[in-house]
């Protein structure tokens, strides 16, 4: 079984510039989460989808963020403009049931730097 | 919001020393949940505990689930080299069943 996989791995844009985070989750998952980690600092939640809808995107910075999850499939996180304050690791997760009951299975993450 | 407090943030311990990170909450915790993450990896989840008082075991790794559900530690016996990363507790988040709050992590380095 694949896992969730994440890409690009790495991304270095400008501030100002715009730029399109993808992540595959396991097939068959109907819930994909996105989660940050700022360096040195806690891994903190984003958004939540259940197939193409958007559960709970509570977490979510500013207006700067769009995320989609088109068909239900894979989903994109667009960050534009990029600040600097936005670099850090994202991480995409999806699980099967809810997470009360078992793990997430999370991405490799993409590692993102703004300059 | 829920916040989940997490101590020590560093760890440095020679090879076959023992290691404990421990996680606190304010509020009881429906569950809580352990994961490691490597250097340059992606947190990988190992294990959840439920009930108060809760103790499990995995090889030299303990955790356990305090009897008020309100605190965890992950104890690693004798460590090893692999045991290298960051250890982070985290717990459902504000009723929900899908989002989790996540400590800000224990770096654990082991010296060979």
């Known amino acids: 079984e694949a896992g969730v996989t994440q890409f690009p791995s790495h991304s270095v844009i400008e501030k100002g510039q715009t730029v399109t985070l993808r992540c595959d989750p396991i097939s068959g998952h109907d819930n994909l989460y996105w989660y940050r980690r700022v360096m040195g600092k806690e891994i903190k939640f984003l958004l939540h989808?259940?197939?193409?809808?958007?559960?709970?995107e509570s977490g979510m910075p500013n207006n700067r963020f769009l995320a989609e999850r088109t068909g239900g499939t894979y989903s994109t996180l667009k960050v534009q403009p990029a600040e600097l304050e936005d670099s850090g690791v994202y991480f995409c997760?999806?699980?099967?049931?809810?997470?009360?009951?078992?793990?997430?299975?999370f991405g490799s993450g993409t590692r993102l730097t703004v300059v | 919001g829920q916040q989940v407090m997490q101590i020590p943030q560093y760890q440095h311990v020679q090879e076959g020393e023992d290691f404990t990170t421990y996680c606190n909450s304010s509020?009881?915790?429906?569950?809580i949940q352990w994961y490691k993450q490597r250097p340059g990896g992606h947190p990988v989840f190992l294990i959840q505990?439920?009930?108060?008082?809760e103790v499990k075991k995995q090889k030299r790794l303990t955790f356990q689930f305090g009897e008020a559900k309100k605190n965890s530690s992950l104890h690693i016996t004798a460590t090893q080299t692999t045991d290298v990363g960051t250890y982070f507790c985290a717990a459902l988040s504000g009723g929900s069943n899908y989002k989790l709050t996540f400590g800000k992590g224990t770096l654990l380095t082991v010296n060979p």
């Open positions: 509020t009881t915790l429906s569950n």
């Open positions: 989808f259940v197939k193409e809808s958007k559960q709970d």
């Open positions: 997760a999806s699980s099967q049931v809810a997470v009360r009951y078992y793990g997430y299975t």
């Open positions: 505990l439920v009930k108060s008082g």
